[in-house]
């Protein structure tokens, strides 16, 4: 079974981002390529800040380790 956390953020912090999400693509004017683009910008920041991270514990594991 999962840890409550999970619940938490996947159930409860990004429902703006879903909401956000289903209103590209469900809403009035629709717009494929906008919504496309919408999903691309987020996609881009997430993994600029997974990447992000990896490299600063990097960083600290060369520094400290």
Same mark, same amino acid.
């Given at each position: 079974?999962?840890? &409550?956390?999970?619940?938490? &953020?996947?159930?409860i912090? @990004? %429902?703006p %981002?879903?909401?956000? &999400?289903?209103g590209?693509f469900?809403?009035?004017?629709?717009?494929?390529?906008?919504?496309l @683009?919408? &999903?691309?910008?987020i996609?881009?920041?997430i993994?600029?800040?997974w990447g992000? @991270?990896f490299?600063?514990?990097m960083i600290?594991?060369?520094?400290?380790?």
């Amino acid at each position: 079974m999962a840890d &409550i956390g999970t619940f938490v &953020i996947f159930g409860i912090i @990004l %429902v703006p %981002v879903y909401s956000l &999400i289903a209103g590209w693509f469900a809403g009035e004017p629709r717009d494929t390529s906008v919504a496309l @683009l919408g &999903i691309g910008y987020i996609a881009t920041f997430i993994a600029s800040l997974w990447g992000g @991270l990896f490299v600063l514990s990097m960083i600290i594991w060369l520094l400290f380790f």
